[in-house]
C-alpha cells in the first residue's frame, strides 16, 4: 500500500503503486484531516512546496475567522 511520514507541519502518503502517488495533507488536532494536494514522484518537489503555501493560507484563513 504506503507509508506517511510528517515534516513542517504536513503529511505525505506514499501510495506504492504506479508513479509513486503522493498526498499531501495536515491535521487539525487528532480528527480533522485536510487534503492539500497530491501528485506523484516526478512533481514532488513542487507539490510539497504548494502543499506548506496552502497549508500557510489555510493557517491565517483560520486565524482570521
Do not use: P, V, W
Not at 28 to 42: E, P, Q, R
Request: charged share 30%.
Amino acid at each position: 500500500m504506503g507509508d506517511a511520514k510528517f515534516f513542517n507541519g504536513i503529511g505525505e502518503l506514499r501510495i506504492h503503486y504506479g508513479a509513486g502517488y503522493r498526498i499531501y495533507f495536515t491535521k487539525k488536532g487528532d480528527k480533522i484531516i485536510i487534503l492539500l494536494c497530491g501528485g506523484d514522484k516526478s512533481t514532488q518537489s513542487s507539490d510539497i512546496q504548494k502543499a506548506l503555501s496552502l497549508l500557510e493560507d489555510l493557517k491565517n484563513e483560520i486565524e482570521n475567522l
